[in-house]
């Protein structure tokens, strides 16, 4: 079971708007809308950000939102602020013999 | 507050074992589906392992399917992880998490526990 493909990284400047896309196959994300998304910041636990594809967590912002199209994710982030770069994975069930799978993870960077 | 404290990691050899011990607190352990997940330095997260809450159901990686056996002893509250084999690459920090708003994404996640696998 290959990783999910993300964007090595992305960046923008604090009020912009950045996506974030996940791409998976039909066995993963295309399959299910079970695609979570995690921010992690330098040596701390990740966070869960999004699950479900689109639903949030207590607490967290409404300027992180998700979507899904065929066998791409997507973690669209609003009004950039200083707070949000750190780096950011995409999961997914899979019906393949394992259970989940993590993405390659993109570091988002506030210019 | 519900908590979840990894222990047991440490330095081994190539070749060499190692139990990972996962402590859970405040929320009934038995109705979650519990998980391993680990980071290597420097890189990115991987999924390793799943539990059911009755540990009926396990599920592996590729990469440990093999060499590692997850278990849990729902009287005790415990996860763990039992590595054997342990390569050079399996040199992580390993977290134990689960989820208790879907099973699917985890919200609750340990401190985590480092293995170094030297050759």
């Known amino acids: 079971q290959s990783a999910l493909t993300q964007p090595a990284s992305v960046s923008g400047s604090p009020g912009q708007a950045i996506t974030i896309s996940c791409t998976g196959t039909?066995?993963?994300?295309?399959?299910?809308?079970?695609v979570s998304w995690y921010q992690q910041h330098p040596g701390k636990v990740p966070k869960l950000m999004l699950y479900?594809?689109?639903n949030r967590p207590s607490g967290v912002s409404i300027r992180f939102s998700g979507s899904k199209s065929g066998n791409t994710a997507s973690l669209t982030i609003s009004g950039l602020q200083a707070e949000d770069e750190a780096a950011y994975y995409c999961?997914?069930?899979?019906?393949?013999?394992?259970?989940?799978?993590f993405g390659t993870g993109t570091q988002v960077t506030v210019l | 507050e519900v908590q979840l404290a990894e222990s047991g990691g440490g330095l081994v050899k190539s070749g060499g074992s190692l139990r990972l011990s996962c402590a859970a607190s405040e929320f009934t352990f038995s109705s979650y589906s519990m998980n391993w997940v680990r980071q290597a330095p420097g890189k990115g997260l991987e999924w390793v392992s799943s539990i059911s809450g009755s540990g009926s159901f396990i599920y592996y990686a590729e990469s440990v399917k093999g060499r590692f056996t997850i278990s849990r002893d729902n009287a005790e509250n415990s996860l763990y992880l039992q590595m054997n084999s342990l390569r050079v690459e399996d040199t992580a920090v390993y977290y134990c998490?689960?989820?208790?708003?879907?099973?699917?994404?985890?919200?609750?996640w340990g401190q985590g526990t480092k293995v170094t696998v030297s050759s």
């Open positions: 479900d594809v689109t």
């Open positions: 998490a689960f989820g208790d708003l879907v099973n699917d994404a985890f919200n609750i």
């Open positions: 039909s066995s993963d994300v295309g399959g299910y809308n079970y």
């Open positions: 999961s997914s069930y899979t019906n393949t013999s394992t259970l989940y799978v």
